[in-house]
């Protein structure tokens, strides 16, 4: 690759020269003094080196060592090797970033800062507005090649420029730049062009969009497509359907997967979706995709290293890097939610940055649209090992880490990360994730160094019911002189009365007072067989007196009930939390009844709000449901054990 230059230059002004200093006047006396060490001027940070990844060396006063993050100042030179690259931030909030073999040098003139690159790849990103913050110097940004130089502004661009032994080829991802070439010719290359920069002069072109073949995939549930042109939809085949411009994809339940031949962008359309796929093309690192959502969520995962542009009908989204965005069809226009990574809203010839961790709303003929950020959902997970989530339908989940500032969050189905689900920039300290109705997610979180912030997982699935088992525990109580306890969890569980088969006996009548009580029966019922069973929640907790009478075919009793003795005492030693209030899918109100029993030694708390537990272990009180729909979460905690979660879905 031919030499490349690179000009950073910000406003300074020029040295004044120094004048000669005047002799001073002789002194009356000779006095002997020591001399004054005059301490050496403090380096200028230029710039900063914000990540390093593989091989890098700094070279810094002649001397060589690993390339490591921290502040770049004059004639300090990295070079990186085949498999290095490093990320230059400025005080504007651009980013240089320098590829494999290459190598630059920092220096300064009277014009401001030079980065001067030898040789290797460059990638200029400015963000499209500028940080908030102490204010740094403003950069000008000038990219210089043995053919011309390329000035690039202070608004939002991204511009790819690759310098080989004819021509300077400069391909602008977002914004616009201007190229001049050693002629002194100037052209403005904007957004989706590209220039050929040579001796003799500059020429553009639009930057040529060759067709992408995309393949749906049912994803969930089932996805049905219709040829353009045709009424008759079909269900997608296990294989996938290659689709044309001017198919139509939907999806009654569950989700469908659209792919694009070699890129790692997929898009996903959500239950009661529909879509036209109208043109899906590619250019060098441009993916472009036209699409008509009328009704239903589109989500949208875009790959790293490329510069993404997705139209819809009145609004593009633009991108130049990882991205994951939730699109929802209004009845006027759109919702969009950035996840992770930042992204440009394109309505007409007006430009707006949406933000991760931002949506927004782009209503009917209106300019500008209205952001806001994205609230943590009610269930927020911290970043911890072994969680386990018990849910049904829980729209989304937010993951969450402690740490400040901006990182890169990558989540994914597996512990390797093949199977990715969410990645990109991330500031808020969450990203809301869709969780999967069975399975688990992993996720890490990183600054722009690489280094590791925090990490964490979690299992999903539905919930656990223990309903079954206790209710078909049905405890046998004999007839005899000993007292019998049953213990039980939840509720009083069934009972069945025995005694010895009695010789002309047609039936048997059970009769069960409470102790001290025996003027009336809490429970009578009859059997034809010795065993008289009672139905689970008859008898409460407490001590109780029984008998049971063979009668004969007559009615008439052939001896008199004996006297037994019946204890049922509540025990706490549940292995899993017992929900008894509310029932998945019950109707809410403006609070909600929640009671049951917990395990011992554990804590417990609802909607974020700590239960009081009584002697047993019970609860029973009344929380506000939160979210859309309506969530009550339940979480329980116990000594040297991760979390349990529990979700009740509400209508």
Aim: charged share 25%; with cysteine; net charge positive.
């Amino acid at each position: 690759m031919s030499a490349l230059c690179l000009l950073l230059a910000t406003a300074c002004g020029d040295e004044e020269p120094v004048p000669a200093p005047v002799p001073a006047p002789s002194p009356p006396a000779v006095v002997e003094q020591k001399p004054v060490a005059v301490p050496e001027a403090k380096a200028v940070e230029l710039a900063r080196l914000e990540s390093v990844k593989g091989e890098a060396r700094l070279e810094r006063g002649g001397k060589q060592s690993p390339a490591v993050r921290g502040p770049l100042s004059r004639g300090d030179a990295v070079e990186t090797g085949a498999d290095g690259s490093v990320t230059v931030r400025f005080a504007d909030g651009r980013t240089v970033e320098v590829g494999p073999d290459a190598r630059f040098v920092l220096e300064e003139d009277s014009s401001g800062v030079v980065m001067a690159v030898s040789r290797g790849f460059v990638l200029s990103r400015v963000p499209a507005d500028q940080p908030k913050g102490p204010a740094g110097p403003k950069v000008q940004l000038t990219l210089l090649t043995p053919f011309g130089l390329t000035r690039v502004g202070s608004d939002g661009s991204a511009v790819k420029v690759d310098v080989g032994p004819d021509e300077g080829r400069v391909e602008v991802l977002l914004g616009t730049v201007e190229v001049v070439a050693k002629n002194g010719q100037t052209v403005k290359a904007s957004q989706g062009q590209v220039a050929s920069v040579k001796v003799e002069g500059v020429t553009t072109r639009v930057l040529e969009l060759a067709p992408v073949e995309v393949t749906v995939h049912a994803g969930t549930g089932r996805a049905e497509w219709r040829q353009k042109g045709s009424a008759r939809w079909r269900g997608v085949a296990r294989d996938g359907e290659s689709l044309k411009a001017g198919d139509s994809v939907r999806v009654r339940q569950g989700t469908a997967l659209l792919k694009l031949e070699g890129s790692e962008s997929t898009l996903s359309l959500g239950a009661g979706g529909e879509l036209v796929v109208e043109d899906v093309s590619r250019a060098g690192s441009t993916e472009e995709a036209r699409l008509d959502l009328r009704k239903g969520e589109l989500g949208l995962m875009l790959a790293s290293g490329r510069a993404s542009r997705v139209v819809l009908p009145g609004l593009s989204l633009e991108s130049s890097g990882e991205a994951r965005l939730e699109v929802r069809r209004t009845g006027d226009g759109f919702t969009v939610d950035s996840r992770a990574g930042d992204v440009t809203l394109v309505r007409g010839g007006a430009r707006e940055p949406l933000h991760a961790g931002e949506r927004a709303t782009v209503a009917g003929e209106e300019a500008t649209a209205k952001v806001e950020a994205l609230a943590r959902a009610p269930l927020a997970l911290p970043s911890v090992e072994g969680q386990q989530v018990f849910q049904r339908r829980l729209p989304e989940v937010s993951l969450t880490w402690e740490e400040a500032g901006e990182v890169r969050v990558e989540v994914a189905s597996d512990a390797d990360f093949k199977k990715p689900v969410l990645a990109g920039s991330a500031r808020n300290g969450f990203v809301n994730v869709t969780p999967p109705v069975r399975g688990s997610l992993f996720w890490r979180v990183r600054r722009p160094d690489g280094s590791v912030v925090a990490r964490g997982n979690a299992s999903f699935g539905p919930e656990r019911s223990t309903k079954g088992e206790l209710d078909r525990l049905r405890n046998r109580v004999p007839e005899g002189p000993e007292k019998t306890t049953i213990f039980f969890q939840d509720k009083p569980p069934a009972v069945t009365f025995t005694c010895e088969a009695v010789q002309g006996a047609a039936s048997y009548r059970v009769a069960v007072y409470r102790t001290g009580e025996l003027r009336r029966p809490v429970a009578e019922r009859t059997a034809s067989a010795p065993q008289v069973p009672l139905e689970a929640g008859i008898l409460n907790e407490g001590s109780f007196l029984w008998s049971v009478t063979p009668v004969a075919p007559s009615g008439q009793p052939i001896r008199g009930g004996r006297m037994n003795k019946l204890e049922l005492v509540f025990d706490n030693s549940v292995p899993t939390l017992v929900i008894n209030a509310p029932r998945e899918g019950q109707r809410a109100g403006p609070r909600v009844r929640v009671t049951g029993v917990a395990p011992v030694d554990s804590k417990l708390s609802v909607n974020g709000r700590p239960v009081n537990l009584d002697s047993k272990h019970r609860f029973n009180t009344w929380v506000v449901p939160e979210g859309r729909p309506p969530l009550v979460v339940f979480k329980l905690s116990r000594p040297r054990a991760p979390d349990v979660y529990t979700v009740r879905t509400l209508k």
